[in-house]
């Protein structure tokens, strides 16, 4: 656990609201407008009662639309389709794993938080400065805890290898490929039970 005051780090604009929750994930739902560099792996946050939860995206699902069925029946122009995408909210299901929380106090702790998020809470991106904040730990290193709330949770390889790169981007430019070596490390010490699964994983790893 470390401490880091989070009241520091400026919220982004909110991407979405969350429309369930339990206590390894929760849904929220936002327009594909909305949604800007949201992908697979990525950190998000939600306020879960008192303390900031951090999750990371596991699954992004396009909601079944009746008038995008419409468009595909029809014979519509790429141009049109372009702009009803530009125009429309399309709406996007992302699920999105519990990583940790940090408390009102600025103390980080990769655990289930006590509960998850209330529904329609505002979901927002966590920027780069907010990931390190969330990884350091009290010596200056990262924490890489989070990894086994993930894989208990039941990320895929590609939702781990997908967070582990991103989180990396998050990192100055010189100790990104170091951090991504020192999560290969931990990840084969957490799978060294399940070596076809660690084999699958750790190419997925390298540069």
Not at 18 to 42: H, I, K, M, Y
Not at 55 to 77: C, N, T, W, Y
Not at 137 to 158: Q, T
Request: neutral net charge.
């Amino acid at each position: 656990m470390t401490k880091q005051p989070a009241s520091k780090i400026p919220a982004p604009t909110s991407i979405g609201r969350v429309l369930s929750s339990e206590a390894t994930e929760f849904l929220f739902g936002c327009a594909d407008a909305q949604a800007g560099p949201l992908r697979l792996g990525s950190f998000v946050q939600a306020e879960t009662g008192a303390s900031l939860g951090v999750g990371v995206v596991a699954d992004i699902r396009v909601v079944d639309d009746a008038f995008a069925r419409q468009l595909v029946a029809g014979d519509a122009k790429p141009d049109y389709i372009q702009e009803q995408r530009d125009r429309r909210l399309t709406p996007l299901e992302v699920r999105a794993l519990h990583a940790g929380y940090i408390l009102p106090g600025g103390e980080v702790l990769h655990r289930l938080p006590p509960r998850p998020p209330s529904a329609l809470e505002a979901v927002y991106p966590c920027d780069a400065e907010r990931v390190r904040a969330f990884l350091r730990d009290s010596r200056g290193g990262w924490n890489f805890s989070f990894l086994s709330i993930l894989i208990a949770a039941g990320a895929s390889n590609e939702v781990l290898a997908e967070c582990v790169w991103q989180a990396a981007a998050a990192q100055p430019a010189d100790p990104q490929s170091r951090f991504r070596q020192e999560a290969a490390r931990e990840l084969t010490r957490l799978l060294s039970v399940d070596l076809q699964r660690l084999y699958s994983l750790l190419p997925q790893l390298s540069a």
